[in-house]
């Protein structure tokens, strides 16, 4: 049920400074900058027709937001065509998920593996 991996998110402490990492020293391209309900994120690339890109998260705001979320380490974001019906089938398998909120104007859901590293699966 899940249809690909969609984006890599990096916890970071400055978003501008991150961002101007990837941009001006990487090469990378940035593709969207969003503010939401007090939240700011930034979407990177390699190239603007990469299908995989980073987000950049602010680390104090996601640790706010979801203090479950290990922030040393990167997390996966997947895709999925039916949140809903993903959620109730990691759920029905003991899976221990997250809530589904709205964020960035897509549902989102959140979910650990057995060693705590945590996953994300947002609606495509």
């Known amino acids: 049920m899940i249809t690909k ?50 987000v950049l998260h ?14 040393a380490t990167p997390a996966l974001l997947f895709y999925t065509k039916d949140i809903q019906k993903l959620h109730e089938a990691l759920f029905n398998k003991g899976i221990p998920v997250g809530d589904i909120v709205e964020m960035g104007g897509s549902l989102t859901f959140n979910f650990p593996d057995p060693d705590g590293n945590y996953f994300a699966v947002k609606n495509s």
């Open 5 to 54: 991996i969609g984006e890599l998110m990096l916890y970071v402490n400055d978003l501008d400074q991150s961002a101007t990492f990837w941009t001006e020293k990487i090469g990378f391209t940035q593709l969207a900058e969003h503010n939401e309900g007090g939240m700011r994120w930034i979407n990177i690339a390699p190239t603007s027709t990469t299908e995989t890109q980073f």
């Open 58 to 71: 602010d680390k104090k705001q996601i640790a706010a937001m979801h203090p479950e979320v290990p922030l």
